[in-house]
């Protein structure tokens, strides 16, 4: 919200290869305040699981919410009858990632030359064209410096080889995007990331912003498939930690677990996909 009320109009030096900057009339002074607004949202995916898509999900919602339309640019919406949206679906292989990340890059960039609207919101490196907003989830380059260079579900040599073409792959894709001339904003959701972000593109920095991000409520089908004690059972006085996420052979919810018999006062609540009697 902060962010859009500042951003009325995209930025006529903003350009790119594949994106020229909108020159219609447009009202100016108190009267561009009631000018609906429209922007384009521009993701890989968009729903109600993980962790990306269930922001972006949640950011076409509360968007739609306030009036302001919005066409989404992504591979997925799921699911499609909950978004009040125009969709414009781009068409790409679901795996091996290079090849499904190359080819998004390429086929959103030519159709946000085409789709573009009041203000182009790109969700972490996606398209080359100039963006009015530009949001970071996470920063490769970040993993990288401190030593977190694959990142792969199985050990095997396709996983292997998939994960050497693709960790500098994003790498490359944050350089090319994250350019002062191509963003005109750009959120993170923690000071951190905020910090990391600074750090490794110092041109942004006097465009950064910090806006938490989460959702309202726990959906039920997530209350259904909760596993030992409910978390009804705890009140605000406990102690609660909570690992979120998937990947479990990487991300190492355990090492939570084992934290544990140092903090006896605290519980822990692990919320994601994986094997629950590794724990």
């Known amino acids: 919200g902060d962010v859009v009320s500042r951003i009325r109009r995209p930025n006529p030096k903003a350009t790119s290869a594949l994106a020229q900057p909108r020159r219609e009339t447009r009202p100016s002074g108190s009267e561009r305040s009631l ?3 429209h922007i384009t949202i521009v993701t890989h995916a968009v729903g109600f699981y993980g962790g990306t898509e269930l922001a972006m999900a949640h ?9 302001i339309s919005v066409t989404v640019v992504s591979h997925t919406l799921t699911p499609r009858q909950a978004f009040d949206v125009t969709w414009v679906r781009i ?11 190359l080819w998004f890059f ?22 080359i064209n100039a963006c009015d907003v530009l949001t970071v989830q996470h920063i490769q380059n970040a993993l990288r410096r401190h030593g977190m260079t694959k990142s792969k579900s199985r050990d095997d040599f396709l ?4 994960a050497a073409i693709a960790e500098p792959l994003k790498r490359i894709g944050e350089r090319v995007c994250y350019r002062r001339r191509l963003i005109r904003a750009a959120v993170t959701n923690t000071s951190g990331t905020a910090a990391e972000l600074a750090t490794l593109f110092p041109d942004l920095r006097d465009r950064i912003h910090v806006i938490p991000s989460g959702a309202d409520h726990v959906p039920a089908r997530a209350r259904d498939q909760t596993e030992g004690p409910s978390l009804e059972n705890f009140g605000p006085n ?11 052979e990487r991300k190492r ?3 939570a677990v084992e934290a544990l018999t140092l903090a006896p006062d605290w519980h822990l609540a692990v919320v994601g996909k994986g094997d629950g009697s590794a724990l």
Request: proline letters at 10%; hydrophobic letters at 50%; one cysteine or more.
């Open 253 to 255: 919810p355990w090492l």
């Open 35 to 37: 000018v609906p607004l």
């Open 238 to 248: 406990d102690l609660m930690a909570v690992f979120v996420g998937g990947d479990w």
């Open 106 to 127: 390429v086929a959103a960039s030519v159709a946000v030359r085409r789709h573009r609207s009041d203000i182009l919101h790109s969700n972490n490196a996606v398209i």
């Open 91 to 101: 068409l790409c292989p679901p795996r091996p990632f290079p090849l499904t990340y």
């Open 59 to 67: 950011l076409v919602q509360g968007l739609r919410a306030r009036g």
């Open 159 to 162: 996983h292997e080889m998939n």
